[in-house]
C-alpha cells in the first residue's frame, strides 16, 4: 500500500519529468554512415545505426539532406527492427530536405546494435561535387514509452566528378571507406551484433574482411552476409577461428555491386560472463576487389567495444502504470508483495497478474512476462481468479527472455475481468545468487474480438539476499500495521514456501504462533 505521504513524493516526481527506470542513464550513439555517389546515380543507400539497440521499441529518425543534390525514394526497415517485430512507417515528405522514420513496437530490442533504418535515395544529374550534410534528428523510446538519451552522428555525402580519380577497372574506388561500427554491451550479453560497413558499395564483387578483438572478452557466433552483399549474389563465406581473436569473412560474387552503402557483414558475438568492464579494440583488415579480381582502393576505420559495468545494488520492483500489476502473495486481498528476500537456487516463486481495470464481455487474455534467462526459467502456469475460470488455455510459450500465456472462453464473455487473471511459476536456476526482475510486458483482454492492450510496465524482484534479518514489514512501506497483519494472517498455518517465506520470522520452516509472536512484538513500529 503506497501511503498519501508516498504517493505525493511519486506524483511530484513525474511532475518534475523524472524518468524512474534504471536504463535512462545509458546513452546510445546513433549515426549517419558516409557515403559517397556519382551525379545522376540511382539507389544510393543511407544507413542509420546505432552502437547499441537494447530495450528500443520506438521513436522518430529525421534524416536531413540538401534537396538539390538528393531524391528521396524509399525507406525500409533493417533486421535487427523486423527481428524485434518493431514496424517502420515511412514520411519522405516531412519536410523540405527531410524525410521521417516513425519507430513503433511492443517489445524493446533483446541486444545488439547495427542498422536500425536504410533510406534510399536518388542522386540529381545536376549536383555539383562537393560534400554535402547528411544531418540527423534522433528520438528513442523503450517500451514504456520512456526516451533513452541518445548521441547523435551525423554523416557526409561526397558527390565526385563523373570520370574522377580513384577509379580501377572502371569500377570506381579510391574514395571508400570501410568501417566497423561502435558497439557496447554488458558482462554475459548474448547476440551482440557488429556491422563492417562501407560507404560506397559500387563495382564490390568480392574480398575478404578480418576483424579482431579481445578472445578474453568476446566470443564469435556466427558472421552473416548483409543485404547489400545478398541481393547481388555475392556469397559469405565465414571463419570463426581464422586465428586467436580474429575471425574472417570471405566475399565472393560474379558481378559486382552496381551502387549502395551500408552493411557487408554482420558479426554476432556473445560477451564472456566474466568481461571486464572499459573499452577494447575492433580492428580491421579489409582487401575488396571488382568482378576482375582488381583491388578496390579503400580506407579502413576501425571500431571500439564498451563493455559497461554489471549493475550495481539491489533492484527496486517498478510501480508501472497502475493498469496492471505482479504480485508475490497470491493469497486474496493482498496485491502488495513486489519484493521476496531469501530466495534460494531451485526455488520455485508462483508470480501472479492482476489486472486494475474493468473490461465488461470479455472473451479471453493475454500476458507476457519478461524475466532474466541467466536467473530463473518458468516452470508453471494457470488461470487465477473467477473471471476466466471456464477459459480454455494453452501451454505457455517461453521464446527469449520472455513468456507468453493466455486463455479464452468458447462461445462466452465474461462480465467482469477486474481482478486476478493469471499465475506463472519461476524457477531459480541452481547457481541463482544475487537480485532479479520479473516485468509485466503488457496484459491484453480480447472484448468483441478485438484486444485491448495494456503495457502496465509493473514489476517484481527476487532477491537472494535478505533472509537473515526477517522484517515485519511485509509490505514495505516502513512501519508495521494492519496491513501487514493481514497480510500475516492470509498466510498462517501454510508452510513457508515460495512467496511465504517472508512470513516465517522465527526461521523454523512454517507460519505459526512463534511468527505471530514475533510480529506481535513489532507491531505499530517504524522501520528506517
Given at each position: 500500500?503506497?501511503?498519501?505521504?508516498?504517493?505525493?513524493?511519486?506524483?511530484?516526481?513525474?511532475?518534475?519529468?523524472?524518468?524512474?527506470?534504471?536504463?535512462?542513464?545509458?546513452?546510445?550513439?546513433?549515426?549517419?554512415?558516409?557515403?559517397?555517389?556519382?551525379?545522376?546515380?540511382?539507389?544510393?543507400?543511407?544507413?542509420?545505426?546505432?552502437?547499441?539497440?537494447?530495450?528500443?521499441?520506438?521513436?522518430?529518425?529525421?534524416?536531413?539532406?540538401?534537396?538539390?543534390?538528393?531524391?528521396?525514394?524509399?525507406?525500409?526497415?533493417?533486421?535487427?527492427?523486423?527481428?524485434?517485430?518493431?514496424?517502420?512507417?515511412?514520411?519522405?515528405?516531412?519536410?523540405?530536405?527531410?524525410?521521417?522514420?516513425?519507430?513503433?513496437?511492443?517489445?524493446?530490442?533483446?541486444?545488439?546494435?547495427?542498422?536500425?533504418?536504410?533510406?534510399?535515395?536518388?542522386?540529381?544529374?545536376?549536383?555539383?561535387?562537393?560534400?554535402?550534410?547528411?544531418?540527423?534528428?534522433?528520438?528513442?523510446?523503450?517500451?514504456?514509452?520512456?526516451?533513452?538519451?541518445?548521441?547523435?552522428?551525423?554523416?557526409?555525402?561526397?558527390?565526385?566528378?563523373?570520370?574522377?580519380?580513384?577509379?580501377?577497372?572502371?569500377?570506381?574506388?579510391?574514395?571508400?571507406?570501410?568501417?566497423?561500427?561502435?558497439?557496447?554491451?554488458?558482462?554475459?550479453?548474448?547476440?551482440?551484433?557488429?556491422?563492417?560497413?562501407?560507404?560506397?558499395?559500387?563495382?564490390?564483387?568480392?574480398?575478404?574482411?578480418?576483424?579482431?578483438?579481445?578472445?578474453?572478452?568476446?566470443?564469435?557466433?556466427?558472421?552473416?552476409?548483409?543485404?547489400?552483399?545478398?541481393?547481388?549474389?555475392?556469397?559469405?563465406?565465414?571463419?570463426?577461428?581464422?586465428?586467436?581473436?580474429?575471425?574472417?569473412?570471405?566475399?565472393?560474387?560474379?558481378?559486382?555491386?552496381?551502387?549502395?552503402?551500408?552493411?557487408?557483414?554482420?558479426?554476432?558475438?556473445?560477451?564472456?560472463?566474466?568481461?571486464?568492464?572499459?573499452?577494447?579494440?575492433?580492428?580491421?583488415?579489409?582487401?575488396?576487389?571488382?568482378?576482375?579480381?582488381?583491388?578496390?582502393?579503400?580506407?579502413?576505420?576501425?571500431?571500439?567495444?564498451?563493455?559497461?559495468?554489471?549493475?550495481?545494488?539491489?533492484?527496486?520492483?517498478?510501480?508501472?502504470?497502475?493498469?496492471?500489476?505482479?504480485?508475490?502473495?497470491?493469497?486474496?486481498?493482498?496485491?502488495?508483495?513486489?519484493?521476496?528476500?531469501?530466495?534460494?537456487?531451485?526455488?520455485?516463486?508462483?508470480?501472479?497478474?492482476?489486472?486494475?481495470?474493468?473490461?465488461a464481455n470479455a472473451a479471453g487474455f493475454r500476458v507476457i512476462?519478461?524475466?532474466?534467462?541467466?536467473?530463473?526459467?518458468?516452470?508453471?502456469?494457470?488461470?487465477?481468479?473467477?473471471?476466466?475460470?471456464?477459459?480454455?488455455?494453452?501451454?505457455?510459450?517461453?521464446?527469449?527472455?520472455?513468456?507468453?500465456?493466455?486463455?479464452?472462453?468458447?462461445?462466452?464473455?465474461?462480465?467482469?475481468?477486474?481482478?486476478?487473471?493469471?499465475?506463472?511459476?519461476?524457477?531459480?536456476?541452481?547457481?541463482?545468487?544475487?537480485?532479479?526482475?520479473?516485468?509485466?510486458?503488457?496484459?491484453?483482454?480480447?472484448?468483441?474480438?478485438?484486444?485491448?492492450?495494456?503495457?502496465?510496465?509493473?514489476?517484481?524482484?527476487?532477491?537472494?539476499?535478505?533472509?537473515?534479518?526477517?522484517?515485519?514489514?511485509?509490505?514495505?512501506?516502513?512501519?508495521?500495521?494492519?496491513?501487514?497483519?493481514?497480510?500475516?494472517?492470509?498466510?498462517?498455518?501454510?508452510?513457508?514456501?515460495?512467496?511465504?517465506?517472508?512470513?516465517?520470522?522465527?526461521?523454523?520452516?512454517?507460519?505459526?504462533?512463534?511468527?505471530?509472536?514475533?510480529?506481535?512484538?513489532?507491531f505499530g513500529k517504524k522501520l528506517s
Open positions: 500500500m503506497i501511503t498519501m505521504r508516498r504517493r505525493d513524493v511519486f506524483v511530484a516526481l513525474l511532475t518534475a519529468g523524472i524518468l524512474l527506470w534504471p536504463g535512462v542513464s545509458r546513452a546510445v550513439t546513433v549515426s549517419v554512415l558516409d557515403v559517397s555517389a556519382e551525379p545522376g546515380q540511382a539507389g544510393i543507400v543511407v544507413s542509420i545505426q546505432t552502437d547499441d539497440a537494447k530495450g528500443v521499441a520506438g521513436g522518430t529518425l529525421t534524416l536531413s539532406f540538401d534537396a538539390n543534390v538528393l531524391a528521396p525514394k524509399k525507406i525500409d526497415a533493417s533486421t535487427l527492427l523486423k527481428g524485434a517485430g518493431i514496424t517502420v512507417t515511412s514520411n519522405l515528405n516531412f519536410g523540405p530536405g527531410q524525410v521521417r522514420a516513425s519507430l513503433a513496437g511492443t517489445t524493446g530490442i533483446a541486444s545488439g546494435g547495427g542498422e536500425l533504418v536504410n533510406v534510399t535515395f536518388d542522386v540529381k544529374a545536376g549536383a555539383a561535387p562537393g560534400t554535402y550534410d547528411l544531418g540527423l534528428q534522433a528520438t528513442l523510446r523503450d517500451e514504456n514509452a520512456n526516451t533513452i538519451p541518445v548521441t547523435i552522428r551525423k554523416g557526409t555525402l561526397t558527390i565526385k566528378a563523373v570520370g574522377g580519380t580513384g577509379a580501377t577497372g572502371g569500377t570506381g574506388g579510391g574514395g571508400r571507406i570501410i568501417s566497423v561500427s561502435d558497439a557496447s554491451a554488458e558482462p554475459g550479453q548474448t547476440g551482440l551484433i557488429v556491422p563492417v560497413a562501407v560507404d560506397d558499395a559500387k563495382g564490390i564483387a568480392g574480398g575478404t574482411l578480418t576483424l579482431s578483438f579481445n578472445a578474453n572478452v568476446l566470443t564469435p557466433k556466427k558472421i552473416e552476409g548483409a543485404r547489400l552483399v545478398t541481393d547481388a549474389g555475392i556469397t559469405v563465406t565465414s571463419n570463426l577461428n581464422f586465428a586467436p581473436g580474429q575471425v574472417r569473412a570471405s566475399l565472393a560474387g560474379t558481378t559486382g555491386i552496381t551502387s549502395g552503402s551500408g552493411a557487408l557483414v554482420t558479426i554476432i558475438f556473445d560477451v564472456k560472463a566474466g568481461a571486464s568492464a572499459g573499452t577494447y579494440d575492433l580492428g580491421l583488415q579489409a582487401t575488396l576487389r571488382d568482378e576482375n579480381a582488381s583491388t578496390l582502393p579503400a580506407t579502413v576505420k576501425n571500431g571500439t567495444l564498451t563493455i559497461k559495468a554489471a549493475p550495481s545494488g539491489p533492484l527496486t520492483p517498478k510501480s508501472g502504470d497502475g493498469s496492471a500489476v505482479l504480485d508475490l502473495n497470491t493469497s486474496a486481498g493482498d496485491q502488495n508483495a513486489r519484493t521476496l528476500g531469501g530466495v534460494k537456487p531451485g526455488q520455485k516463486v508462483d508470480v501472479q497478474v492482476l489486472l486494475n481495470q474493468e473490461f512476462l519478461k524475466f532474466d534467462l541467466k536467473k530463473v526459467e518458468v516452470v508453471g502456469w494457470k488461470k487465477d481468479g473467477t473471471s476466466f475460470g471456464s477459459a480454455i488455455d494453452l501451454p505457455a510459450r517461453a521464446k527469449g527472455d520472455s513468456v507468453d500465456y493466455g486463455a479464452s472462453i468458447l462461445g462466452g464473455t465474461t462480465t467482469a475481468t477486474k481482478g486476478a487473471v493469471a499465475v506463472l511459476t519461476f524457477q531459480t536456476l541452481s547457481d541463482y545468487s544475487g537480485d532479479t526482475e520479473i516485468t509485466l510486458k503488457s496484459l491484453a483482454i480480447r472484448v468483441s474480438g478485438v484486444f485491448n492492450t495494456l503495457a502496465p510496465g509493473a514489476s517484481v524482484v527476487l532477491s537472494s539476499g535478505g533472509s537473515k534479518t526477517p522484517t515485519a514489514d511485509f509490505d514495505g512501506d516502513g512501519e508495521v500495521g494492519f496491513n501487514d497483519f493481514f497480510a500475516f494472517a492470509s498466510a498462517f498455518g501454510l508452510k513457508a514456501t515460495g512467496a511465504n517465506v517472508k512470513f516465517d520470522l522465527d526461521g523454523d520452516g512454517d507460519i505459526g504462533f512463534g511468527d505471530f509472536f514475533a510480529f506481535a512484538g513489532e
